[in-house]
């Protein structure tokens, strides 16, 4: 099955079929059609418009990027320029994670609205994470948080700390 389009995903999520979101944005159904397909391109004031339609807006959200640090014993770490943002769906899902992350305890459900289960689950995934775990897993004002309570290594710890004093200003030693 195809990966969605990002206004068929908006037009679905907003309970509306092609000719309705046609109605409210003034353009016709085979354009909506045509776009949701990938065979014409809307302009940004067109996609705008089409989205304002559906109750979404468009915005641009910074990119995160990842560097590693080296820890003890050779180890390294990956960390972002930046702290992750989820949905708050996401960010107070129930998740399992992949063995990869979670071999010692293959399929155990996390329930991220508590905060016991979130912070274990942050700690083995910034211990054992891809940019990717990071990114899918981790809520930065979720981990700034938690972060004097999670159980981490020393030297992971300092490769997180000056992100974790950024985003709450100067925290002391």
């Keep these: 099955m195809p990966e969605r389009s990002l206004l068929e995903h908006a037009r679905r999520a907003a309970g509306l079929n092609q000719a309705e979101l046609a109605g409210r944005a003034g353009t016709s159904r085979t ?7 990938g065979r014409k ?65 293959p399929g155990r459900e996390f329930r991220l609205a508590s905060r016991a289960d979130r912070a274990s689950l942050y700690e083995i995934v910034l ?6 775990d990071i990114q899918t897993y981790v809520d930065g004002a979720l981990l700034v948080d938690l972060w004097d309570d999670l159980g981490l290594p020393r030297d992971l710890r300092c490769a997180w700390e000056p992100l974790i004093s950024a985003a709450v200003g100067c925290r002391g030693a």
Aim: negative net charge; charged residues 20%.
């Design 41 to 105: 391109s809307p302009s940004l004031t067109t996609l705008t418009r089409l989205l304002d339609a559906c109750g979404f807006e468009i915005e641009a959200v910074p990119q995160v990027s990842f560097h590693d640090v080296p820890g003890q014993a050779g180890r390294q770490y990956r960390v972002p320029d930046r702290l992750p943002r989820l949905p708050v769906e996401d960010a107070f899902a129930v998740v399992v994670l992949p063995v990869a992350l979670n071999w010692s305890q």
């Design 127 to 132: 211990q054992e994470g891809s940019d990717q």
């Design 31 to 37: 354009a909506i059609s045509a776009y949701e397909n």
